[in-house]
Nanobody
Framework: VQLQASGGGLVQAGGSLRLSCTAS????????MRWFRQAPGKEREFVAV????????YYADSVNGRFIISRDNAKNTLYLQMNRLNAEDTAVYYC???????????????WGKGTQVTVSS
């Protein structure tokens, strides 16, 4: 499985962005999909996860209520709708496919290349 994230860019504080992660292969729906992010000088952190059907989702406390993770298995695509963005959301965002539904980086099978999100205050 190859993953490619897109949709990043520059946005003003309070604005919104939607990230996409497109997967190759025919087994996309069998993976729990996660978003992570890494800000300059900081460790990578978990953002959100959804199970194979999209029926279960979990979020980091820092984004809960502002971000929404979803997936379209027919399109082999994962999404992250980011609302009410603030400067602390500035980071490179990565998508990842895993074999377990978890809120850490355990069980990651595939990582995608990141997409930069910059929030100006």
């Amino acid at each position: 499985v190859q993953l490619q994230a897109s949709g990043g860019g520059l946005v003003q504080a309070g604005g919104s962005l939607r990230l996409s992660c497109t997967a190759s292969g025919r087994t996309f729906s069998s993976y729990a999909m996660r978003w992570f992010r890494q800000a300059p000088g900081k460790e990578r952190e978990f953002v959100a996860v959804t199970n194979g059907s999209g029926g279960s989702t979990y979020y980091a406390d820092s984004v809960n209520g502002r971000f929404i993770i979803s997936r379209d298995n027919a399109k082999n695509t994962l999404y992250l709708q980011m609302n009410r963005l603030n400067a602390e959301d500035t980071a490179v965002y990565y998508c990842a496919a895993g074999v377990v539904l978890t809120t850490n980086d355990g069980g990651i099978a595939y990582w995608g290349k990141g997409t930069q999100v910059t929030v100006s205050s």
